[in-house]
């Protein structure tokens, strides 16, 4: 399919997407009391640099197609990272019958 | 290129599209008084971004966006909101009452952000043919020239793996272990 | 496209990332009571992640992989020592501690064991991707170590809030790598650090500095991004809290240093004040709050914090100053090099302290030296070496120190020289009022009743190593020089 868009889309329609999410990310760690919604805050500013690194990549169009290589290993820390979080999250539930992050107040900030 | 033939073009509506289904499910992912209801808001907004994704040519890594976060790890929160019990009922206390001066914080974020990509990049486009990058591209990259860091990167899912199961296991009370020695 | 792979260059990783796997494998075979054949399996297999290394050093030269992103210099293999060694002794003086409690022991070494390999690969990274990936190995297997006391609420507290600290400084981080991708096409940092000059007048370079400043000053717990430290450090396990303070947040200051060093030497004016800014912040805070802290584990948190400021001020003062970034970069290294052994070496005291007292208030530690004089000597020695007390290993990190700013010259930098001299004063006074609790107060009947207990031999032989490396730098400083000298490498033949 032989179809030129490139020249019809501009790199900063993404980026400014791209900072859009990060922002929401940042305002939902900044408001939720939830450990499990404060990960999923994560989560968006985590796709927010993907979005950014397949834009570039498409941009510069690099020969090892390293900004799509780097949001493959993007999105596998990212797994992983929720995997050592609701690890953590079960087991303070199991002690504490609650996933509130403010809750956590033995030892001050 | 000017707004008109910006507009003009049939891609460009797609991406406004979903952009604002992105942006709209993305704010209602740290707005919603529902945890289930955010986490399935973050599909919807993953789901935009690989659509994004196939628009940039990403074929491969829109894919693995779908397989990976969509069809894994969103169904392990699914399974951590539904065992930590969280209230999967509507709850107002989900959310801290700092809700304004965060607001304006991440306003002021956004603002700064989207200032210098634009005055960095201004009108550049983006350059690709509609056909998606090669996979075998990919395929070569990640076992070539980023190898240790594929391999490293196996060694962080093994320890998630590992070390996710120990903690969060639930551990036998010195009883339930003499009889499990007893049997 | 196909890639020569030098395998003596990769051998500590292999040689650690075999021991991963052993001692995965190890574990499902053994008892519970026998269960300490996998720190015996774990230490000797860090102990052999050395023998290459010496190799490597002792042939010289660089060498270069994957078009110049994964570097074996002698830079890198001065920081795979540090981390090895660091490893090592955090290895020993954990095995008494967690065989004492009902904590799962195979898994413990393996996580431990990820996080050195994690260090090991971080310090040869010349790329983004793989330092990134370096850095997340590093610390992902803390985040679960630091709530191993499953059932200790404050252990739980600690873990978590480590994590979302963790996760988010990773989000920031990769931000800022991304927009540095962007600008400049590339992620190796040397055509990163080509790419700078045109690009210079750029905010979102500018921005993407800044991004990754902060990334990094929150893995490495610099002020004011700090405030999860202490309260970490104190839920954690103490000996991953020895960890903590050592070797990942040497890992996640290395990270910034190389950054800044290869990849973005060209804007040094925007990311010299930032550093400036962290060092000044983090001696100051880190010490002021140390001085109102009565738990021991607490004190040595804040207190490596600031030990992180005076790390940074070389650094910083060459960079604002405007000169020789390479002597900077050597006198950071010397620094860090003898903070790790005196460090550990006083988190093994606590250890040994705390099963002493049974309490880890500095308050309860009072007379600990008539309970137990070989214990008391102990702690005066590394707290003395870290207040920089001659003729202890202390006093030659803060001399180096010194010495780099003055040659540094300029206000900003003698600025920074007065603020880290005021400091080490403070310093001296919180370091010495522990001491003074352990020798000159007068024991509570309590503690001289509490039976006299051996220590396990693992925590004599940490505790005996970091001893005589602590004495012999302090009083043969050539030793540690080596390492300043040879770290400089980086700045000729790396990349």
Redesign the interface.
Known sequence: ?????????????????G??????????L?????A??V???V??ML?AV??NL??F???L?TN???G??F???V??????????G??????I??NRRS?NV?ELDLMRW | ?TVD??IA?P??WV?SIV?VV??FT??R??TSPN?VH??LY?VA??AG?AV??L????E??AL??VL??IG??LV??L???M????PTGFDE????D??L???A???V??G????????????????????P?ATE??G???L??????FE??S??????????????R??LTPLEEEERKAV | ???E?DYLALAPELVV?GT?IAA?LLDLFLTRSKKYWVAVLSVVGVAGGLVPIVYMLAEGGTRS???G??VVDEFALILKIVFLVSGYLVLLMSVSYIEAD?Y?QG?YY??LL?SI??SL?MSSSRDL??L???L??TT??LF??A??R??DAKSNEA?LKFFILGVLSTAILLYGMS?LF??TGSVEFTAIAAAIPDLVS????A?SVLFLIVGFAFKASAVPFHFWAPDTYEGAPTPVAAYLSVNSKAAGFVAMLIVMYTALPGISEVWAPALWVLAALSMTVGNLSALRQGNIVRLLAYSSIAQAGFMLVPFAAAAVAGSDLAQAFSATVVYLVIYALMNLGAFAVVIAGARRTGSGDIDDWAGLGQKDPVLGLLTALFFLSLAGIPPLAGWYAKFVMFASVIEAGGISTLVLAAIAAVNSVIAFYYYARVIKAVWLDTPSEELLARPGREYAGSIKLTLAISMGLTIAIGIYPTFATYFGEASRVIATGGG
Do not use: H
């Open positions: 399919m032989p179809y030129d868009v490139g020249s019809l889309m501009l790199l900063n329609q993404f980026l400014v997407l900072a859009a999410l990060f922002s929401i990310g940042v305002y939902g900044l408001v939720r009391r939830n499990v919604l990960l999923l805050s989560e968006l796709n993907n979005i397949i834009a990549e498409s941009a169009v090892a197609a390293v799509q290589v949001s493959i290993f999105i596998t820390v990212a797994a992983a990272e929720v995997g050592f609701l690890a953590i999250i079960l087991m539930f199991r996933a403010d | 290129m033939a910006w073009e891609v460009n991406f952009a992105i942006l993305a704010v992912v740290v945890v955010a986490a973050l907004a993953l971004s994004m994704f628009l940039l040519s990403a491969f890594v693995v966006l990976v976060y894994a790890v392990l929160f399974f951590g909101i065992i930590t019990r969280a206390g989900l959310s801290n700092r809700k001066v965060s607001a914080i991440s306003l974020l956004l700064v952000l989207s200032w210098a990509s634009l005055s960095a990049f201004g009108t550049d486009t983006v350059n690709t043919v509609g056909s990058t591209i990919l070569d990259a990640i070539g020239r980023f190898v240790i860091p490293v990167v060694f962080i899912l093994l320890s998630a793996l590992i070390g996710g199961i120990t903690v969060a639930r551990d | 496209m196909t890639f792979i990332a991963i995965l992989m994957f078009d992103s994964y009902r799962y898994e393996f996580l990820s390999l994690g690969v991707i793989v990134f990936i370096g997340e190995l992902g297997p679960l170590l709530g191993w499953k059932g873990s927009l962007g600008l750029e905010p979102a370079l921005l």
